[in-house]
């Protein structure tokens, strides 16, 4: 699966100088000035606001099934989720769902 | 802290997979040095969505990092400014961690001495991460495609927003995220994770106000 290199270069270019600019703004730009208390309240939100909704419809519709929700997939995801959440920690999560997801994809291509 | 080894290998390895040029993935690790949105703008072009939407969706994960900036001002606020735009390309989640812990600690440190601290956290940060991107793109060459990889990049996610959920004012917004991110599915890519997101801060926010204005009341 090839991506088109000129889109590819394009978003690394954007990227690179947003994400700058984004961590510049206060240090570099803005100075010593306070945030508003509602900005940073919902500055705070954004990670757990985007990333949901950006993984949600690959966990029922995955591209690799061409759409069609796959169990083994789904546990994979729900595995992830609940030893992140009980161990409060990154790793063991992705180590915990990558296991289940490669285990249960052995296991259906055999069965 | 040393998360940056396993993340930096999972990026290599997952965008190559994505169909990344070697160059490529290494011009992002190197130009963005941001993983979480990094693995966004990934998933996004996989996912065929627009220029715009992709940038859009990867700066909207960033955003966390201006608060981070705001952070620094009292510390390193009067540093000259070719250090502070250099303290600004090496600002995020792990220097910001270490640093503002130790500033903290220590606010009597003159401002020199806390720019060469954040400089020797970031020093064999950066790096690390450049290099762990590097062995894990040429592992990801050697992997075959039918292992599931695809599924690495969704479990990454999901293992990031996991440990977040701590309050219910987060689970909220995750789920409200969840929610409107499914029900606007059929529109572009990109577009109904924009609109997912927006609504997922406000109620986020709301709750957390709701939840104040009540420990207010009871007091």
Same mark, same amino acid.
């Given at each position: 699966m090839a991506?088109?290199a000129?889109?590819v270069w394009?978003? *690394?270019a *954007?990227l690179a100088?947003?994400?700058f600019?984004?961590?510049?703004?206060?240090l570099?730009?803005i100075?010593?000035?306070p945030?508003?208390?509602?900005?940073v309240?919902l500055?705070r939100f954004?990670p757990v606001a985007?990333?949901?909704?950006?993984v949600?419809?690959?966990?029922?519709?995955?591209?690799?099934?061409?759409?069609q929700?796959?169990?083994v997939r789904m546990?994979?995801?729900?595995?992830?989720?609940a030893?992140?959440?009980?161990t409060?920690?990154?790793?063991p999560?992705?180590?915990?769902?990558?296991?289940v997801?490669?285990?249960g994809l052995q296991?259906s291509?055999?069965? | 802290m040393?998360?940056v080894?396993p993340?930096?290998?999972?990026?290599g390895v997952?965008?190559m +997979?994505a169909?990344?040029?070697l160059?490529q993935?290494?011009?992002?690790?190197?130009l963005?040095?941001?993983g979480a949105?990094?693995?966004t703008a990934? /998933? #996004? #072009?996989v996912d065929?969505?627009?220029?715009?939407? %992709?940038?859009?969706?990867?700066l909207?994960?960033n955003?966390?990092?201006?608060m981070?900036s &705001?952070?620094l001002v =009292?510390?390193?606020?009067?540093?000259?400014?070719?250090?502070?735009?250099l303290i600004?390309?090496?600002?995020?989640d /792990?220097?910001?961690a270490?640093? @503002?812990?130790?500033?903290? /600690?220590? =606010?009597e440190?003159p401002?020199?001495?806390k720019?060469t601290f954040?400089f020797?956290?970031?020093?064999? %940060?950066v =790096?690390?991460? %450049?290099? &762990?991107?590097?062995v894990g793109a040429?592992?990801?060459k050697? %992997?075959?495609t +039918?292992?599931?990889i +695809?599924?690495i990049? =969704?479990i990454t996610?999901i293992?990031?927003?996991?440990? #977040?959920l701590?309050?219910?004012?987060?689970?909220? &917004?995750a @789920?409200? @995220?969840?929610?409107?991110?499914?029900?606007l599915s059929?529109?572009p890519s990109?577009?109904g994770?924009?609109?997912?997101?927006?609504?997922?801060?406000? &109620?986020g926010?709301?709750?957390e106000?709701? /939840?104040?204005?009540r420990?207010?009341?009871?007091?």
């Open positions: 991506v088109d000129v889109l394009t978003v *690394i *954007i100088v947003g994400t600019l984004i961590r510049f703004s206060f570099g730009l100075g010593d000035r945030l508003p208390p509602i900005v309240r500055l954004t985007v990333l949901p909704a950006l949600a419809p690959q966990v029922l519709w995955p591209n690799a099934t061409d759409g929700t796959d169990p546990l994979a995801a729900l595995t992830t989720l030893v992140g959440m009980v409060r920690k990154v790793l999560a992705i180590v915990a769902g990558s296991a997801l490669i285990i296991l291509a055999a069965g | 040393f998360v080894v993340f930096g290998l999972l990026f997952v965008a +997979d169909g990344l040029t160059t993935t290494m011009g992002m690790t190197m963005v040095i941001a949105a990094q693995f990934l /998933q #996004m #072009m065929n969505a627009g220029l715009w939407l %992709i940038i859009a969706a990867a909207a994960v955003l966390r990092m201006a981070y &705001a952070a =009292p510390h390193l606020g009067k540093a000259p400014l070719w250090q502070r735009a600004a390309y090496m600002n995020f /792990q220097t910001y270490v640093a @503002s812990i130790a500033y903290e /600690q220590n =606010p440190w401002v020199e001495r720019v954040f020797g956290v970031a020093t064999p %940060i =790096p690390t991460w %450049i290099a &762990a991107t590097l040429l592992i990801g050697a %992997i075959p +039918d292992l599931g +695809d599924f990049l =969704p996610f293992a990031l927003v996991g440990p #977040m701590r309050t219910v004012p987060q689970m909220i &917004a @789920s409200v @995220s969840v929610a409107v991110g499914l029900i059929g529109l990109g577009m994770l924009l609109i997912a997101a927006a609504c997922a801060m406000a &109620a926010a709301a709750t106000i709701w /939840q104040e204005k420990s207010a009341t009871w007091l």
